[in-house]
């Protein structure tokens, strides 16, 4: 990718979840039932206690602070900086010490090579142009054999549903630029470095969609 396509990308997403940010909670309540009946339970199920975590695409830190109860440390990353204001602002009211937050992309993560035990990518894949080097940065800080907890919105499980998120990202609202099922994402997540050990469907009866829930190991 060119330096401007990356310099366009980059703002274009920014502005779109800078937007969305003051409402994306209550968004979350409203359209994903799922979340507080059993998704953030079942990630943190699936964190080793003590370990260190990153939480890439964290949003406003939902996911950050279910896994900070059982966690060493967990870093969570935005490319939008409202995203990341909300964070911290529910961090400071919560009072968690172990958790940081802060701006960045997760085409070029500024960590480490093999500094994390596991790292989380919840429901934001699907709205990647180009996943596979988002995967590709998060196999380089992931210690092998760590685990990779990847969740995305089944859109490929509907055909009604692929019709209807591809007009959605061709009028500029919500971009959907991958839609996939669960067996075509797990197959994905394998072949960018990982291998699969867990894969399922999990649908809550109020939500519209189903989200593919998938957790894998870093290859060496």
């Known amino acids: 990718m060119s330096e401007e396509k990356d310099k366009k990308r980059i703002k274009k997403e920014k502005n779109f979840w800078d937007k969305l940010s003051p409402k994306y909670d209550r968004f979350i309540q409203k359209y994903w039932k799922i979340y507080e ?24 830190g939902l996911v950050s602070f279910e896994a900070a109860e059982k966690a060493k440390k967990v870093y969570g990353v935005d490319i939008a900086p409202s995203m990341i204001e909300e964070a911290k602002k529910k961090k400071k009211e919560m009072e968690i010490k172990n958790v940081e937050f802060s701006v960045e992309d997760a085409y070029k993560l500024p960590f480490d090579n093999n500094m994390f035990d596991t790292v989380i990518c919840n429901n934001v894949l ?7 080097n988002v995967l590709s940065e998060i196999k380089r800080v992931l210690k092998p054999g760590g685990r990779f907890i990847a969740i995305i919105v089944g859109v490929g499980e509907s055909f009604k549903f692929k019709i209807a998120l591809t007009i959605s990202t061709i009028i ?34 109020e939500d519209r969609m189903a989200l593919l829930y998938v957790v894998a190991e870093g290859r060496n």
């Open 126 to 132: 699907h709205n990647m142009k180009y996943p596979e």
């Open 172 to 205: 500029g609202q919500l971009p959907v630029f991958h839609k996939l099922n669960l067996d075509k994402f797990a197959d994905f997540i394998d072949k960018s470095g990982f291998t699969v050990v867990k894969k399922e469907r999990i649908k809550h009866p």
């Open 37 to 60: 009946t059993s998704l953030l339970s079942k990630i943190a199920d699936d964190v080793e206690t003590d370990s260190t975590i990153l939480d890439v695409a964290c949003g406003t």
